[in-house]
């Protein structure tokens, strides 16, 4: 199966820093990529769709300029949290599209922001 | 925008069991509907995927059913085991959207031995 990364796994920053994080189609192209956010005990809750050389969409309610998203290539797009706060803390993921219907999920980005 | 809501909620059963896991979802005008599993702390692997034209799909244990009309998706697992512990999410994808998956809470399955 195809396979999708994130890096950092997991990541501890100060509020005010900003924190990047990369999702990487390994073993396919993706013109399309999709990120979400996932507070405990909830369920996954789409934030933006990543298109590679477009801007990103971003759903309602998802601030566009705290969430800054890049898909410069079509194995890459990343995720910055601009001036991250206490409530940015997060479980965020990437998904990788393929073809008319398959996605692949990333394992996560664990953002705790003191 | 797409709601989705699973039933129940958490489930914890001995092994060996056959599982019904429900989920509904508002707008049936759906290309697809695909079940996950999530393990703590991990991302998502996908189960199963039925097309919108299919009324179900079959992986070893695992068999899911669709009844796009009434807005409603079933998920048997077959002679449940301890290796199946983990949270188990449906997300149906619209045709005009594709790829923007909508997700339910999930239900948290439990088998002990």
């Known amino acids: 199966g195809a396979v999708v990364s994130q890096h950092p796994s997991r990541v501890i920053c100060k509020s005010g820093t900003s924190v990047k994080i990369e999702c990487r189609s390994l073993d396919f192209q993706a013109t399309t990529m999709f990120w979400y956010r996932q507070f405990p005990k909830q369920s996954l809750m789409l934030m933006a769709t990543s298109n590679e050389g477009s801007k990103a969409t971003y759903e309602q309610g998802v601030e566009k300029d705290k969430f800054l998203i890049n898909h410069a290539s079509l194995t890459l797009s990343t995720l910055t949290v601009t001036s991250a706060h206490p409530e940015d803390s997060s479980f965020y993921i990437c998904s990788a599209h393929r073809g008319a219907w398959e996605q692949f999920f990333g394992p996560g980005t664990r953002l705790t922001v003191l | 925008k797409q709601e989705v809501t699973q039933i129940p909620a958490a489930l914890s059963v001995p092994e060996g069991e056959n599982l019904v896991l429900n989920c509904s979802f508002t707008?049936?005008?759906?290309?697809?509907l695909q079940w996950f599993r999530q393990d703590p702390g991990k991302g998502l692997t996908s189960l199963l995927l039925i097309q919108s034209s299919q009324r179900e799909q079959t992986s070893g244990r695992l068999n899911a059913s669709l009844d796009k009309s009434s807005g409603r998706s079933t998920l048997y697992i077959a002679a449940s085991q301890p290796g199946d512990s983990a949270t188990y999410l449906c997300?149906?994808?619209?045709?005009?959207?594709?790829?923007?998956?909508?997700f339910g809470r999930g239900t948290q399955l439990t088998v002990w031995p």
């Open positions: 707008d049936s005008a759906i290309y697809n």
């Open positions: 997300a149906p994808d619209r045709g005009s959207t594709l790829g923007r998956l909508y």
